[in-house]
């Protein structure tokens, strides 16, 4: 009986545990990740809502400790049962923020590696470190959509920042750098790989041309496939405006981000956010709940020493929460929610969200987690800018 529910099996040797993870949430996955390791006597246990971590086990290690030690299990064989998950959620991070930071504590010896895989993967997100960049890899990649194929020379831009377009591309083969020009100097912001989009989502709002908000320079030589836009156009348009908004937030803060970290990158850390005339979001602790913002301003901000780093500001048709299947970065966990006093909201039906995000195309699916994940990765790194309290540029 148990075995029915047994949907993928396989080995780490051949795909990274983020990778693994990457690929689970990718389809909002809810059930047990079992990993099984000759050189431990013990298996491991990652228990995952919606494609999200909520608790582990490795031995009588639980919890957030747990899940990091595995992604040391390099030569682990694992099995994921799609089953109800009943366990305490007791891990917080969004599960970008988990890939990223526990991918560094590998890199960084902080993680003891068990076994060596035959064949090294690179995972979904890993870090470059002579470019001291993130690197972003996407699913594979579904023909279907691609309607002709180009090539870039390495040192070549495919996008030029405040040039318009709509087409988007997915990367067949090679590496880009996505760019941010500022007006004095150049700031790369990370690198994408293998089955990486590029092009914003927020091309789909307007139909038409747009003004790129950033440049993506080809660092190999570089196969693309040029996606199908009218297709993915269509399914955009047939979503609900309030799917279509969350849409819009979602782009409106990676654009942001990207810049914070621009300037973060250039000068260094910024000035205290003040947080005048402002006061917290009431409703922002819940769990799993989003709202839409109708009235008034929101201002998104990370706690760091004695102050606050500014990460975003929303305006009215924004959408403020936490909605876990598509794995938004931010509140609660991450940052905090500052609202202006005319700030007025209305929830958003999640249920009626899931429903329709559950009948997209794994493509439009792909395209939103690329979005997310872009988010999660320059969020991460700004973070970590600040952590580390100096300008790394």
């Known amino acids: 009986m148990m075995e029915s529910n047994i949907v993928l099996k396989g080995s780490l040797k051949f795909i990274g545990l983020g990778e693994l993870l990457q690929l689970l949430g990718g389809n909002v996955s809810t059930g047990r990740l ?26 009588n290690i639980k919890g ?19 089953e109800p998950v009943s366990c305490e959620r007791v891990i917080k991070k969004s599960r970008m923020e988990i890939i990223l930071d526990a991918l560094r504590m590998v890199d960084d010896g902080e993680i003891e590696k068990v076994g060596a895989p035959a064949n090294p993967q690179e995972g979904a997100v890993e870090s470059d470190t002579a470019s001291n960049m993130p690197i972003i890899k996407g699913p594979l990649v579904d023909y279907v959509y691609v309607v002709d194929e180009e090539e870039f020379t390495a040192g070549k831009e ?21 760019i941010r020009l500022m007006p004095d100097g150049r700031v790369p912001i990370s690198r994408l790989s293998d089955g990486a989009f590029i092009g914003s989502i927020g091309s789909f709002m307007r139909k038409g ?57 250039l000068h260094g850390l910024p000035a205290n956010y003040d947080l005048k005339d402002l006061k917290p979001f009431e409703q922002q602790n819940e769990e799993d709940a989003a709202y839409q913002i109708q009235n008034g301003r929101a201002v998104v901000v990370r ?4 102050g606050f780093l500014e990460v975003c500001q ?21 940052a905090t929610v500052y609202v202006s006093s005319d700030f007025e909201y209305g929830p958003i039906d999640l249920r009626s969200i899931r429903k329709e995000f559950d009948l997209m195309t794994q493509t439009f699916k792909n395209l939103i987690q690329h979005t997310t994940t872009s988010l999660s990765v320059t969020t991460g790194r700004v973070f970590d800018i600040v952590k580390g309290g100096q300008n790394q540029s």
């Open 34 to 59: 079992t990993l099984t390791s000759p050189n431990t006597d013990h298996p491991g246990h990652i228990y995952l809502v919606d494609g999200n971590p909520v608790n582990a086990e490795a031995g």
């Open 64 to 82: 957030l400790e747990a899940l990091n030690r595995l992604f040391g299990w390099l030569d682990a064989d694992y099995e994921f049962i799609n």
């Open 314 to 334: 929303l305006e009215p048709n924004d959408v403020i929460g936490h909605i876990p299947f598509l794995n938004t970065c931010h509140e609660p966990h991450s």
């Open 303 to 306: 706690r760091v020493n004695n």
């Open 209 to 265: 041309s747009v003004q790129r908000s950033a440049t993506v320079v080809a660092v190999t030589d570089v196969q693309l496939g040029v996606m199908d836009y009218d297709l993915l156009f269509k399914e955009y348009s047939e979503l609900t405006l309030t799917f279509q908004r969350i849409l819009a937030s979602l782009d409106n803060r990676l654009r942001q981000i990207t810049t914070n970290c621009a300037k973060i990158l």
């Open 158 to 178: 495919i996008v030029y920042q405040e040039k318009f377009g709509n087409w988007f591309w997915v990367i067949l083969e090679g590496k880009a750098d996505v």
